[in-house]
């Protein structure tokens, strides 16, 4: 019913940036709550950013200062600006929604994750 595409991840040398970006499709009456998780090899996938639908965002301690959510409910997107990158950054980035499909129904939907990788 819904499906999320993730892009803008990339390598990139440490201090650098990037901006991933997050687009939603399907059978969408509304988009709630969104958000980035990231997962690095052998570990748990943690979140890393969430927005809600009124515009408050959140961060993990570990981000916060460097990264930025935001969203475009026009366009159905959600992206999130990374700066100051290390290479703890390096991860599998997935994007998150909670929506409210046109059948009326309320699920988590998540994207196919993009990966950033940060080493000089």
């Known amino acids: 019913q819904v499906q999320l595409v993730e892009s803008g991840g990339g390598l990139v040398q440490p201090g650098g940036a990037l901006r991933l970006s997050c687009a939603a499709s399907?059978?969408?009456?509304?988009?709630?709550?969104m958000g980035w998780y990231r997962q690095a090899p052998g570990k748990q996938r943690e979140l890393v950013a969430s927005?809600?639908?009124?515009?408050?965002?959140s961060y993990a301690d570990s981000v916060k200062g460097r990264f930025t959510i935001s969203r475009d409910n026009a366009k159905n997107m959600v992206h999130l600006q990374m700066n100051s990158l290390t290479p703890e950054d390096t991860a599998v980035y997935y994007c998150?929604?909670?929506?409210?499909?046109?059948?009326?129904?309320?699920?988590?939907?998540w994207g196919q994750g993009t990966q950033v990788t940060v080493s000089s």
């Open positions: 399907g059978m969408i009456l509304r988009i709630l709550d």
């Open positions: 927005i809600t639908s009124a515009g408050m965002p």
């Open positions: 998150k929604c909670d929506a409210l499909t046109r059948s009326f129904v309320r699920s988590s939907y």
